[in-house]
């Protein structure tokens, strides 16, 4: 007997294509650098630059423990598999962790590169995601949970983990 409907979303799902990208982008950019391809845009100031290290540590850090918050501390695998939506624990700050633990790790990792040309590439991540997220998981999410994933999209943020709102 053949259904037309699945029994829940996907538990990948096109996100490892999403990360994917968003790394080989990062790699580039940090390849860029390392090749001196994009030095007029090098931090001079040691100051600015021990900022910069600083602040990537920071963004991977707080990427690598939003992910393994996401992954292990939710179980996202067993909420998808019993077609429930996520709304707690991390979920209740930020939609997306999963996406925004990489957007994290990926500016991070472009921090460490202390040139000012390559961190257009986070905001451009930003921009990517909001799109790519639009199009493919909150259509789904949408058409599986209705008003319940509205009401959610309301409170949460999308990729900035976030104090709820009311």
Not at 39 to 58: E, H, K, Q, W
Not at 70 to 79: C, E, L, P, Q, S
Not at 97 to 110: D, K, Q, V
Not at 144 to 166: H, L, M, Q, S, T
Request: charged share 15%; proline share 3%.
């Amino acid at each position: 007997m053949k259904t037309t409907e699945q029994e829940h979303l996907p538990i990948l799902g096109i996100g490892p294509i999403c990360i994917a990208i968003m790394i080989a982008f990062t790699a580039a950019g940090i390849a860029a650098v390392t090749f001196g391809m994009l030095t007029s845009g090098n931090i001079r100031s040691a100051i600015i630059a021990s900022v910069f290290v600083i602040a990537g540590v920071l963004c991977i850090a707080g990427g690598i423990a939003l992910w393994c918050t996401a992954v292990f501390g939710v179980r996202i695998d067993t909420k998808i598999k019993a077609n429930q939506l996520a709304t707690d624990g991390v979920y209740g700050l930020v939609r997306n962790p999963i996406y925004s633990a990489f957007l994290f790790i990926c500016t991070g990792a472009l921090l460490f590169c202390r040139n000012w040309y390559v961190l257009i590439l986070s905001p451009l991540f930003w921009l990517y995601l909001t799109i790519f997220m639009k199009l493919t998981e909150e259509q789904w999410l949408t058409e599986r949970f209705g008003d319940e994933y509205a009401a959610y999209c309301k409170r949460v943020n999308r990729f900035i983990p976030w104090k709820r709102r009311k």
